[in-house]
């Protein structure tokens, strides 16, 4: 793993805005940022980023299928129990899941560690699947890079693929934020990938989401609403007026319900003690377990709900090296071995390795100055030579 320097593309910002990657540069900050690249070989990739986001996955699974059989692991995970339900019939139907991204510390020398797994509205999917692989083609044929690199990127067609699986020739609605830059491309981008694979599709706002008179999910047509993406968090939208209709409506989720269990970072201390010194797991507890005393005065705290870094604290000899500012923490913390990422240059990369379904399908990065990775956190390409 090496982070080389290259030459940008002289046009990749009107690239960038003729595919729709308008927020590239927001407020005069880089997001996309190709002025170098990540490098990896092939073993590094199928060996130690693909099998092990596999491994992780179907762990997960695992944790699930305890949960719903395990009241005290909702419970540890704060899950309230008017929810429970939602979650267990969700998980009894086999509910379908799109897509996730799992996030790693690693610097090509030792094993991959999870940092976290982004489960349930995962954003960068359209910089991931689209954007670098643009790039990759482009910089080898204008000699920025080997004419021969390729890439760990798969994600694109498997999505087609997916959705053809979960419902072939269905009315899919994509609601979420459209206000938000981020989240608009990604709904388009999802959007696009269900055409592909042969849906219908309409747009909708989450605030434009109705309730008709016999408890059906219906869009501004008054249409019911049969399958629905949303990139909205479930534990935001079972806490909103309609949450309580979740349960009773006819509406199909992605993600689906039981997602919440893996969107909560309460799974880092579960995955420890079910798989306690797996390779690619760093120790973590619940931070009023006992059990947290033993990481010592050095380690990262995290909120168990937290989107982008907010809240988290990364704590060393007891003082703190680093801390995001945010609105999360208040159904408490978890504790996480304390392992700082690799820096290359200055920079501290992320890994993202993404599932689509059931199968490892792509990696994507983003850098900080800072060992938090934020949503201001820059996004740079990839290739395997």
């Known amino acids: ?176 934020s459209y206000d938000n830059p981020e989240d608009a491309v990604t709904l388009n981008y999802l959007e696009d990938t269900a055409h592909q694979a042969g849906l219908a599709t309409t747009a909708l706002a989450i605030e434009s989401v109705g309730i008709d008179g016999k408890g059906t999910f219906v869009d501004l047509d008054d249409e019911p609403i049969a399958l629905a993406f949303k990139l909205y968090p479930w534990e935001w939208m079972l806490r909103d007026a309609f949450g309580n209709k979740v349960r009773t409506a006819s509406t199909r989720w992605i993600e689906p319900p039981w997602k919440l269990v893996l969107s909560n970072k309460g799974i880092l201390p579960l995955l420890w003690e079910m798989f306690p010194n797996h390779p690619n797991l760093l120790p973590a507890y619940f931070e009023d377990d006992a059990g947290a005393a033993s990481l010592g005065n050095s380690y990262v705290r995290k909120p168990i709900f937290s989107r982008e870094g907010a809240n988290v604290e990364l704590v060393s000899a007891g003082a703190a090296l680093e801390q995001q500012p945010g609105p999360y923490g208040g159904e408490g913390f978890v504790r996480q071995a304390f392992a700082l990422l690799p820096c290359f240059d200055g920079q501290y990369p992320v890994i993202g390795s993404w599932i689509v379904g059931d199968q490892p399908c792509g990696l994507s990065i983003r850098e900080d100055t800072t060992p938090v990775t934020g949503d201001s956190s820059r996004f740079l390409p990839h290739a395997i030579l």
């Not at 008017?82 to 019939?89: D, G, K, Q």
């Not at 030792?110 to 982004?118: I, Q, T, W």
């Open 1 to 176: 793993m090496r982070r080389i320097p290259c030459p940008e593309r002289d046009d990749w910002q009107a690239t960038a805005e003729a595919a729709g990657f308008d927020f590239h540069t927001p407020d005069g900050e880089r997001y996309w940022d190709e002025r170098a690249y990540y490098a990896f070989s092939l073993d590094e990739i199928e060996c130690q980023i693909e099998a092990p986001t596999g491994e992780i996955h179907a762990m997960c699974l695992e944790l699930v299928e305890r949960a719903m059989g395990d009241e005290n692991v909702l419970r540890r995970l704060k899950i309230p129990p008017a929810c429970w339900p939602i979650l267990t019939e969700s998980w009894q139907r086999d509910d379908a899941t799109l897509y996730g991204r799992f996030d790693f510390s690693f610097d090509g020398r030792g094993p991959a560690k999870l940092l976290e797994y982004n489960a349930d509205t995962p954003t960068s999917i359209f910089e991931a699947a689209v954007f670098q692989w643009t790039w990759l083609e482009q910089a080898a044929a204008r000699q920025i890079i080997p004419k021969n690199a390729d890439q760990f990127n798969a994600i694109h067609d498997r999505l087609i693929e997916r959705w053809r699986q979960i419902a072939p020739g269905a009315h899919l609605h994509l609601t979420g």
